[in-house]
């Protein structure tokens, strides 16, 4: 059974960066589409980015593009997102998911880390 990790959240500064961390155990996490999803008291978990299996590129929520960044270490089981730019509305738990496709709907995704807080303030 395929189980995740996150890690890297943490207090930072307006215009901070932080690298979250989603590390797997069980199985490879090759074999699936990681995406990365936060959530703020009150609302629903909100789409950040998502990595496929394939070569073709991430998909990003508008809200990051061009600050955040996904990566995938098949060798360490481990996917990252890097956070640049952050801003006071980042902030919010941020959790990785994984299934076999990015679905459009988070609660599509099968396999859920327990979420890493990330806290933009000055």
């Known amino acids: 059974q395929l189980q995740l990790v996150e890690s890297g959240g943490g207090l930072v500064q307006p215009g901070g960066s932080l690298r979250l961390s989603c590390v797997a155990s069980g199985q490879s996490l090759s074999r699936y589409a990681v995406g990365w999803f936060r959530q703020v008291p009150g609302k629903g978990r909100e789409a950040v980015s998502c990595?496929?299996?394939?070569?073709?590129?991430?998909n990003y929520a508008d809200s990051v593009k061009g600050r955040f960044t996904i990566t995938r270490d098949n060798a360490k089981n481990t996917v990252y997102l890097q956070m640049n730019s952050l801003k006071p509305e980042d902030t919010a738990v941020y959790y990785c998911?994984?299934?076999?496709?990015?679905?459009?709907?988070?609660?599509?995704?099968?396999?859920w880390g327990q979420g890493t807080q990330v806290t933009v303030s000055s």
């Open positions: 998911a994984a299934d076999d496709y990015c679905w459009p709907r988070p609660d599509s995704f099968g396999s």
């Open positions: 990595k496929d299996r394939s070569a073709e590129g991430p």
